[in-house]
Protein backbone atom coordinates (compact mmCIF):
# COMPACT_ATOMS: atom_id res chain seq x y z
CA UNK A 1 0.00 0.00 0.00
CA UNK A 2 0.96 3.63 -0.86
CA UNK A 3 -0.30 6.65 1.29
CA UNK A 4 -0.18 9.38 -0.74
CA UNK A 5 -1.26 13.40 1.28
CA UNK A 6 -1.62 16.19 -0.74
CA UNK A 7 -1.20 19.72 0.51
CA UNK A 8 -0.88 23.61 -0.76
CA UNK A 9 -4.07 24.19 -2.04
CA UNK A 10 -5.93 27.47 -1.09
CA UNK A 11 -7.70 30.52 -2.92
CA UNK A 12 -5.59 32.82 -5.31
CA UNK A 13 -6.29 35.68 -7.30
CA UNK A 14 -6.11 34.78 -10.98
CA UNK A 15 -2.48 35.35 -12.37
CA UNK A 16 -1.63 33.85 -9.16
CA UNK A 17 0.39 30.84 -8.32
CA UNK A 18 0.42 28.30 -6.19
CA UNK A 19 2.64 24.74 -5.19
CA UNK A 20 1.16 21.48 -4.47
CA UNK A 21 2.85 19.17 -2.22
CA UNK A 22 2.34 15.05 -2.37
CA UNK A 23 3.57 13.25 0.58
CA UNK A 24 4.46 9.57 -0.13
CA UNK A 25 4.83 6.96 2.48
CA UNK A 26 4.40 2.89 2.61
CA UNK A 27 6.00 1.27 -0.36
CA UNK A 28 9.28 2.27 -2.62
CA UNK A 29 8.54 5.38 -3.87
CA UNK A 30 11.00 5.01 -6.91
CA UNK A 31 9.01 2.09 -7.32
CA UNK A 32 6.29 4.28 -8.84
CA UNK A 33 5.50 7.33 -11.67
CA UNK A 34 4.00 9.76 -9.96
CA UNK A 35 1.15 12.37 -11.28
CA UNK A 36 -1.76 14.65 -10.91
CA UNK A 37 -4.87 14.72 -12.01
CA UNK A 38 -7.77 17.42 -11.52
CA UNK A 39 -11.52 17.18 -11.17
CA UNK A 40 -13.74 19.82 -11.36
CA UNK A 41 -17.65 20.00 -10.34
CA UNK A 42 -19.70 18.50 -13.19
CA UNK A 43 -16.45 17.27 -14.97
CA UNK A 44 -14.51 14.32 -15.56
CA UNK A 45 -11.60 13.75 -13.80
CA UNK A 46 -8.31 15.03 -16.12
CA UNK A 47 -5.29 14.21 -16.25
CA UNK A 48 -2.63 17.39 -15.09
CA UNK A 49 1.13 16.29 -15.52
CA UNK A 50 3.01 13.43 -14.83
CA UNK A 51 6.89 12.30 -13.74
CA UNK A 52 8.78 9.30 -14.12
CA UNK A 53 10.28 7.47 -11.29
CA UNK A 54 13.44 9.01 -11.37
CA UNK A 55 12.00 12.72 -12.29
CA UNK A 56 14.09 12.97 -15.51
CA UNK A 57 11.06 12.79 -18.11
CA UNK A 58 7.62 14.53 -17.43
CA UNK A 59 4.57 15.02 -19.62
CA UNK A 60 2.23 17.55 -19.29
CA UNK A 61 -1.92 18.05 -20.27
CA UNK A 62 -1.79 21.08 -22.83
CA UNK A 63 -4.33 22.86 -20.68
CA UNK A 64 -1.42 23.40 -18.21
CA UNK A 65 1.81 23.36 -20.61
CA UNK A 66 3.78 26.16 -20.11
CA UNK A 67 2.22 27.13 -17.10
CA UNK A 68 2.29 24.08 -14.39
CA UNK A 69 5.89 22.23 -13.38
CA UNK A 70 6.35 18.65 -11.72
CA UNK A 71 8.94 17.51 -10.19
CA UNK A 72 9.77 15.38 -7.33
CA UNK A 73 11.86 14.96 -4.31
CA UNK A 74 12.77 11.02 -3.71
CA UNK A 75 14.88 11.47 -0.78
CA UNK A 76 11.66 13.20 0.62
CA UNK A 77 9.56 10.90 -0.74
CA UNK A 78 7.55 14.03 -2.23
CA UNK A 79 5.92 15.09 -5.59
CA UNK A 80 5.43 18.85 -6.40
CA UNK A 81 3.37 21.01 -8.73
CA UNK A 82 3.86 24.23 -8.88
CA UNK A 83 1.16 25.99 -10.58
CA UNK A 84 1.97 29.99 -12.16
CA UNK A 85 -0.15 32.08 -13.91
CA UNK A 86 -3.20 30.69 -12.54
CA UNK A 87 -7.20 31.02 -14.07
CA UNK A 88 -10.75 30.51 -12.83
CA UNK A 89 -10.55 27.52 -15.36
CA UNK A 90 -7.92 25.60 -13.32
CA UNK A 91 -10.43 25.69 -10.06
CA UNK A 92 -10.93 22.17 -8.97
CA UNK A 93 -10.17 19.36 -6.77
CA UNK A 94 -6.31 18.19 -7.76
CA UNK A 95 -5.57 14.40 -6.91
CA UNK A 96 -1.97 12.80 -6.33
CA UNK A 97 -1.73 9.76 -8.05
CA UNK A 98 0.88 7.16 -7.93
CA UNK A 99 1.31 4.34 -11.17
CA UNK A 100 3.34 1.59 -11.97
CA UNK A 101 3.20 0.52 -15.28
CA UNK A 102 6.05 0.99 -17.63
CA UNK A 103 5.84 4.59 -18.80
CA UNK A 104 2.41 5.82 -17.12
CA UNK A 105 3.67 8.84 -16.28
CA UNK A 106 2.51 9.92 -19.71
CA UNK A 107 -1.22 10.48 -19.48
CA UNK A 108 -1.99 7.40 -17.50
CA UNK A 109 -6.24 6.62 -17.43
CA UNK A 110 -8.05 6.54 -14.72
CA UNK A 111 -7.96 2.63 -14.30
CA UNK A 112 -3.98 2.68 -14.29
CA UNK A 113 -3.34 4.76 -11.68
CA UNK A 114 -2.58 2.04 -8.30
CA UNK A 115 -3.06 4.77 -5.66
CA UNK A 116 -4.97 8.05 -5.28
CA UNK A 117 -4.45 10.51 -2.71
CA UNK A 118 -7.48 12.80 -1.27
CA UNK A 119 -7.76 15.49 -3.15
CA UNK A 120 -6.74 19.31 -2.28
CA UNK A 121 -8.73 22.46 -3.47
CA UNK A 122 -7.57 24.64 -5.37
CA UNK A 123 -9.79 27.77 -6.34
CA UNK A 124 -9.05 30.87 -8.52
CA UNK A 125 -10.71 33.66 -8.28
CA UNK A 126 -11.39 36.27 -11.41
Known amino acids: QVQLVESGGGLVQAGGSLRLSCAAS????????MGWFRQAPGKEREFVAG????????YYADSVKGRFTISRDNAKNTVYLQMNSLTPEDTAAYYC???????????????????WGQGTQVTVSS
Open 26 to 33: GRTFTDYA
Open 51 to 58: ISWSGGRT
Open 97 to 115: AACSGLGCYVRPTISEVDY
